[in-house]
């Protein structure tokens, strides 16, 4: 089955350590974001890439990097400048028009050690 | 810029009962999408409707159906004789272009409703 893959489920950083999320997708889907989830609050844009090779800074980016070597991949990495790193992080991915409904990984939950 | 209040934090219900979620939004634009999205326990984000700013018919799929009245900029919800499978967190969300070429797009999630469904 189609699907958007999110390793690890649960993740623990240290101080001054960067940690990196999986984002896998099958869906032969073009575009691919990440969003932050904080408790009682809404999803918010951390960056997000329409393209192979290409992103961009959605709302929250700062203490965050991505990559987009792969069409199906879109790994995010938390860096040590992320102050407030607690939270729950949701990969989603979409066909090319922003129309389209995005559909979202299970999601991985990143705790401060 | 664009925005999405879902004013009601949580509702609680007893099975059976009919539950409306309230969403409201903000925008500039005359082309957008309104989506509702449920997240439940587990985590991850389900989509359940997507609805352009030129259709105001409303829709029904099963026990759940949706108002759309640019009049007043809402999008709400509402679940026929609930089910305790529904209880979940349900986000109401505004696509919106970023840009003149219309080909990058925002989504602009709302902060959720926490239905909680009792037998």
């Known amino acids: 089955d189609g699907g958007i893959t999110q390793s690890p489920k649960y993740l623990f950083r240290k101080e001054g350590q960067n940690v990196t999320l999986s984002c896998e997708q099958n869906?032969?889907?073009?575009?691919m974001y990440w969003y932050r989830q904080d408790p009682g609050q809404g999803l918010r844009l951390i960056y997000y890439?329409?393209?192979?090779?290409?992103?961009q800074k959605g709302d929250i980016a700062e203490g965050y990097s991505v990559s987009r070597e792969k069409k199906e991949s879109f790994p995010l990495t938390v860096t040590s400048a992320q102050k407030n790193p607690t939270a729950f992080y949701l990969c989603?991915?979409?066909?090319?028009?922003?129309?389209?409904?995005?559909?979202f990984g299970d999601g991985t939950r990143l705790s401060i050690l | 810029a664009q925005k999405v209040t879902q004013a009601q934090t949580e509702i609680s219900v007893v099975e059976k009962e009919d539950v409306t979620l309230d969403c409201v939004y903000e925008?500039?634009?005359?082309?957008?999408?309104l989506f509702w999205y449920k997240q439940p326990p587990s985590g991850e984000l389900v989509f359940l409707i997507r609805?352009?700013?030129?259709?105001?018919q409303n829709e029904i799929s099963g026990r759940y159906s949706w108002n759309f009245q640019k009049s007043t900029s809402s999008f709400n919800f509402t679940i026929t004789a609930s089910q305790v499978v529904d209880s979940a967190v349900y986000f109401c969300?505004?696509?919106?272009?970023?840009?003149?070429?219309?080909?990058?797009?925002?989504?602009?999630f709302g902060k959720g409703t926490l239905l909680t469904v009792n037998p």
């Open positions: 989603a991915s979409s066909r090319y028009e922003g129309s389209q409904p995005q559909h």
């Open positions: 869906l032969n889907h073009d575009a």
């Open positions: 890439s329409q393209i192979v090779n290409d992103f």
């Open positions: 925008t500039r634009d005359t082309t957008y999408y």
């Open positions: 609805r352009n700013s030129f259709d105001e």
């Open positions: 969300a505004l696509s919106e272009a970023m840009d003149s070429g219309g080909s990058n797009y925002k989504l602009t």
